[in-house]
């Protein structure tokens, strides 16, 4: 009989809590897993879901707006979305159906609510009760994080938490902030009608990303519509005939005046572990997250964290990926460490951008000119055309052995296309070897096969044995 009520305690129903209490419950561990709020976390609730049914109601917006272009005449010269709100809500409703209690019940975990404490690092108090565990794992997530700005608490904000809650959406709206968040609900709204002001403190939105890449989807956000206030610093919020007035300032100190209906705060986040306790358990923390190692191990040996409230990279398949190594480290004696060196993300503004690896910036400072980058744009691929989506560009950036340590992709499906070169990075497989697999005509892949193409080319004009031959070819001729 164990001395303990439970061999694991995940604090945290979200993405990383889910998967590390189901693979500890596959494993004969006796596992509960402690939820503050509703099960799904940030992801299903706040983030991922409902911003993913958002922007698919954008772009069908689009799509009808621009039937003419595809040979459609609707005759329709305004849309009624008024309904995409709640349209968005079911959207979440669904999803949540396919994670409630009862499910996890069913796997032999325990879905316990509440607000959990540490009383020291085997013991949490919840709902004033003492519940005890060998081991636990700290997947408690992130919130926004709202910046210290003079007159913002005197003024009405949304964040990603409250804004699926708008019944109906705002005629215009000022957006601080241009990261993930802020980039994609820019573009979302924006192509369903509200008017986008976005004020970002980088000189570029999506600071991030390849500034190729970024500095071709500012142009098309100032195509749709979107003002973009890039390098400017907010100064003071206030109430103004009604509606939000912002003041800024650039970096030379000029100021300008915006007002909008509505505020949107995303300036990024924080990590959730206030009123958790850690230091009771010996849990270092800082304001960017609880401290961990490769191993995703605490400063107290029996703990571990995963997830945003690691204060890394805040995306829930990233989360997903650190759950499975911290459960297996949790429950298991062979330790494995995280590798972060084939990352990869996609923000889905319209269009996409996808990232795996380094950008151009980050593979200079590493290789230095020993690099070479192959391009290819959207217009010049016939799918872009027969889709009209045209807009984009991939880039593929590689060592002097035709190695991939950087990909990037601004179009259609840019999502769904850099997991062909995810998958030859992290297999260490050549880029080049792309360009000899067949890919289906046409598609969006010849953003992908293309490139792949001029590296293989690049690879034959590389080549001791080639270079002999065309050598004596011109010598005969």
């Given at each position: 009989?164990?001395?303990?009520?439970?061999?694991?305690?995940?604090?945290?129903?979200?993405?990383?809590?889910?998967?590390?209490?189901?693979?500890?419950?596959?494993?004969?561990?006796?596992?509960?897993?402690?939820?503050?709020?509703?099960?799904?976390?940030?992801?299903?609730?706040?983030?991922?879901?409902?911003?993913?049914?958002?922007?698919?109601?954008?772009?069908?917006?689009?799509?009808?707006?621009?039937?003419?272009?595809?040979?459609?005449?609707?005759?329709?010269?305004?849309?009624?979305?008024?309904?995409?709100?709640?349209?968005?809500?079911?959207?979440?409703?669904?999803?949540?159906?396919?994670?409630?209690?009862?499910?996890?019940?069913?796997?032999?975990?325990?879905?316990?609510?509440?607000?959990?404490?540490?009383?020291?690092?085997?013991?949490?108090?919840?709902?004033?009760?003492?519940?005890?565990?060998?081991?636990?794992?700290?997947?408690?997530?992130?919130?926004?994080?709202?910046?210290?700005?003079?007159?913002?608490?005197?003024?009405?904000?949304?964040?990603?938490?409250?804004?699926?809650?708008?019944?109906?959406?705002?005629?215009?709206?000022?957006?601080?902030g241009g990261g993930p968040i802020g980039a994609?609900?820019?573009?979302?709204?924006?192509?369903?009608?509200?008017?986008?002001?976005?004020?970002?403190?980088?000189?570029?939105?999506?600071?991030?990303?390849?500034?190729?890449?970024?500095?071709?989807?500012?142009?098309?956000?100032?195509?749709?519509?979107?003002?973009?206030?890039?390098?400017?610093?907010?100064?003071?919020?206030?109430?103004?005939?009604?509606?939000?007035?912002?003041?800024?300032?650039?970096?030379n100190n000029a100021e300008q005046t915006l007002?909008?209906?509505?505020?949107?705060?995303?300036?990024?986040?924080?990590?959730?572990?206030?009123?958790?306790?850690?230091?009771?358990?010996?849990?270092?923390?800082?304001?960017?997250?609880?401290?961990?190692?490769?191993?995703?191990?605490?400063?107290?040996?029996?703990?571990?964290?995963?997830?945003?409230?690691?204060?890394?990279?805040?995306?829930?398949?990233?989360?997903?990926?650190?759950?499975?190594?911290?459960?297996?480290?949790?429950?298991?004696?062979?330790?494995?460490?995280?590798?972060?060196?084939?990352?990869?993300?996609?923000?889905?503004?319209?269009?996409?951008?996808?990232?795996?690896?380094?950008?151009?910036?980050?593979?200079?400072?590493?290789?230095?000119?020993?690099?070479?980058?192959?391009?290819?744009?959207?217009?010049?691929?016939?799918?872009?055309?027969?889709?009209?989506?045209?807009?984009?560009?991939?880039?593929?950036?590689?060592?002097?052995?035709?190695?991939?340590?950087?990909?990037?992709?601004?179009?259609?499906?840019?999502?769904?296309?850099?997991?062909?070169?995810?998958?030859?990075?992290?297999?260490?497989?050549?880029?080049?070897?792309?360009?000899?697999?067949?890919?289906?005509?046409?598609?969006?892949?010849?953003?992908?096969?293309?490139?792949?193409?001029?590296?293989?080319?690049?690879?034959?004009?590389?080549?001791?044995?080639?270079?002999?031959?065309?050598?004596?070819?011109?010598?005969?001729?």
């Amino acid at each position: 009989m164990s001395k303990y009520d439970y061999d694991l305690i995940v604090l945290g129903g979200g993405a990383a809590g889910f998967v590390s209490s189901k693979l500890a419950a596959s494993l004969g561990k006796r596992v509960a897993m402690i939820e503050k709020n509703r099960l799904g976390g940030e992801c299903t609730n706040n983030g991922c879901i409902p911003s993913k049914a958002l922007i698919n109601s954008s772009r069908t917006s689009y799509l009808i707006k621009n039937a003419r272009k595809c040979g459609i005449d609707l005759s329709t010269a305004n849309l009624n979305t008024d309904n995409v709100m709640s349209h968005v809500r079911s959207v979440v409703e669904r999803v949540y159906s396919g994670h409630t209690p009862d499910v996890f019940n069913r796997l032999g975990i325990d879905v316990l609510f509440g607000a959990p404490t540490f009383k020291d690092n085997h013991r949490i108090e919840l709902n004033g009760g003492k519940i005890t565990s060998d081991k636990f794992i700290i997947s408690t997530g992130s919130s926004p994080l709202i910046p210290d700005v003079e007159g913002l608490n005197n003024v009405p904000y949304l964040t990603n938490q409250n804004i699926f809650n708008l019944e109906k959406l705002p005629e215009s709206m000022i957006i601080l902030g241009g990261g993930p968040i802020g980039a994609e609900m820019a573009s979302a709204l924006r192509l369903l009608g509200v008017d986008i002001s976005l004020v970002h403190r980088h000189e570029s939105i999506l600071n991030r990303e390849d500034g190729e890449l970024t500095a071709l989807l500012s142009e098309k956000f100032r195509a749709d519509g979107i003002r973009l206030f890039t390098g400017f610093k907010p100064v003071k919020f206030s109430m103004e005939a009604g509606k939000i007035s912002l003041n800024l300032t650039d970096r030379n100190n000029a100021e300008q005046t915006l007002n909008a209906e509505s505020l949107l705060i995303a300036t990024g986040r924080k990590a959730n572990v206030e009123g958790l306790g850690l230091e009771n358990a010996g849990v270092r923390y800082s304001a960017k997250g609880i401290e961990a190692d490769g191993m995703l191990r605490t400063t107290c040996r029996n703990i571990y964290a995963c997830g945003d409230v690691t204060g890394g990279h805040q995306f829930s398949h990233m989360a997903e990926y650190q759950a499975i190594i911290a459960a297996r480290n949790a429950m298991l004696p062979i330790k494995k460490k995280a590798d972060y060196r084939d990352y990869a993300w996609c923000i889905f503004t319209s269009p996409e951008i996808a990232h795996a690896g380094l950008t151009e910036k980050e593979a200079r400072n590493i290789y230095g000119d020993r690099i070479k980058i192959y391009r290819y744009n959207y217009k010049d691929i016939d799918r872009g055309k027969t889709d009209i989506a045209e807009t984009g560009m991939s880039k593929f950036i590689c060592d002097s052995k035709g190695m991939l340590v950087g990909a990037h992709i601004l179009g259609a499906r840019a999502g769904e296309l850099i997991h062909e070169a995810q998958i030859v990075k992290s297999l260490g497989i050549p880029f080049y070897k792309l360009y000899s697999v067949t890919h289906i005509y046409p598609t969006f892949t010849d953003v992908v096969k293309h490139p792949a193409k001029l590296c293989y080319i690049d690879r034959l004009n590389e080549n001791i044995f080639l270079k002999i031959l065309k050598k004596m070819i011109s010598q005969k001729g």
